[in-house]
């Protein structure tokens, strides 16, 4: 068996190392990469991913994988090899079922966070209920709003209200249209508009207000879950949504992207300076 695929992958040499040098392409692989990440309980994933993982699952964990480790070598996170394995059981039990890109991502980004942490000191689990609920258009929608450049229109010294929401002074309005694109399928299998096909329901306005209606139970759900604080529905939903954030769903954005920035107000202005890279204003912003 070649060196790099020995136990050795698991102890002896550095872990940043054994992440990088990790199978991507079969079971054993993923049995690695958690082991790698979690010594601890090595041998256990090992047995449980063989005895309790099928084809279909398989597959995900080993997408999931990749995009922690590519997370994980992005942002040079140097793994402490005591991830928290009550996370990873969660991913395995849980995210494991998901083939959405997106969401498996937002998998990846609280196992990059949660390499670099002792299991101790690490509060991963936190965001896997929110997140294990999230449907492909909700992670998208959540995605869209916080990446958004007018986000973090936010001067200093940035203030949250009582309610633990900020207010972007570049208010965050989506068209129908906007909203709807988050939907990653064929528009026509879930707005009940007969005959009408996913282009004619994006093109024909006097059909918005149906469409946008049949996404509002899964809008208003994040603000349950306390992801978004507020949605108004501009003119009954035909105009359009208004969305106002809050830190707890910022906060949830930022993890699942694999970053853990704190106090939260500190990761706006990271997101500023992000903003400042790529030359845009968020105060001037505009959607074209």
Same mark, same amino acid.
Request: charged share 25%.
């Given at each position: 068996?070649?060196?790099?695929?020995?136990?050795?992958?698991?102890?002896?040499?550095?872990?940043?190392?054994?992440?990088?040098?990790?199978?991507?392409?079969?079971?054993?692989?993923?049995?690695?990469?958690?082991?790698?990440?979690?010594?601890?309980?090595?041998?256990?994933?090992?047995?449980?991913?063989?005895?309790?993982?099928?084809?279909?699952?398989?597959?995900?964990?080993?997408?999931?994988?990749?995009?922690?480790?590519?997370?994980?070598?992005?942002?040079?996170?140097?793994?402490?090899?005591?991830?928290?394995?009550?996370?990873?059981?969660?991913?395995?039990?849980?995210?494991?079922?998901?083939?959405?890109?997106s969401i498996q991502s937002m998998w990846a980004g609280l196992l990059a966070v949660a390499s670099s942490k002792r299991a101790v000191a690490d509060d991963s689990? /936190?965001?896997?209920?929110? =997140?294990? *609920?999230?449907?492909?258009? +909700?992670? %998208?929608? &959540?995605?869209?709003?916080?990446?958004?450049p007018r986000c973090c229109s936010v001067k200093q010294p940035i203030a949250s209200h009582s309610e633990s929401v900020f207010y972007p002074e570049n208010k965050?309005?989506?068209?129908?249209?906007?909203?709807?694109?988050?939907?990653?399928?064929?528009?026509?299998?879930?707005?009940?508009?007969?005959?009408?096909?996913?282009?004619?329901?994006?093109?024909?306005?006097?059909?918005?207000?149906?469409?946008?209606?049949?996404?509002?139970?899964?809008?208003?759900?994040?603000?349950?879950?306390g992801l978004f604080h507020e949605v108004h529905f501009l003119n009954h939903g035909s105009n359009g949504v208004r969305v106002y954030p809050s830190l707890k769903?910022?906060?949830?954005?930022?993890?699942?992207?694999?970053?853990?920035?704190?106090? /939260?107000?500190?990761?706006? =202005?990271? *997101?500023?300076?992000?903003? +400042?890279? %790529?030359? &845009?204003?968020?105060?001037?912003?505009?959607?074209?």
């Open positions: 068996m070649p060196a790099d695929n020995s136990l050795d992958i698991l102890g002896t040499k550095p872990l940043a190392k054994a992440v990088e040098k990790v199978t991507e392409k079969s079971i054993d692989g993923v049995g690695a990469f958690f082991g790698a990440i979690c010594m601890p309980a090595a041998e256990e994933f090992g047995l449980l991913l063989r005895d309790k993982v099928a084809t279909f699952r398989r597959k995900n964990l080993e997408s999931i994988a990749n995009k922690s480790r590519e997370k994980i070598n992005h942002q040079k996170l140097e793994p402490t090899g005591d991830a928290n394995p009550l996370l990873l059981r969660q991913i395995i039990e849980d995210a494991s079922w998901t083939e959405d890109p689990l /936190v965001y896997t209920y929110p =997140l294990k *609920l999230l449907t492909p258009f +909700q992670a %998208r929608l &959540i995605n869209r709003i916080y990446s958004d965050l309005i989506y068209s129908v249209v906007d909203v709807l694109k988050q939907f990653p399928g064929d528009l026509s299998s879930i707005v009940p508009i007969a005959n009408s096909t996913h282009e004619k329901t994006l093109s024909t306005e006097n059909d918005h207000g149906i469409a946008i209606s049949r996404f509002r139970p899964q809008i208003e759900a994040l603000v349950t879950l769903g910022l906060d949830f954005y930022m993890r699942c992207l694999g970053y853990s920035i704190y106090p /939260v107000e500190a990761f706006i =202005l990271t *997101l500023q300076h992000w903003c +400042q890279l %790529r030359g &845009i204003d968020p105060f001037t912003y505009q959607e074209t």
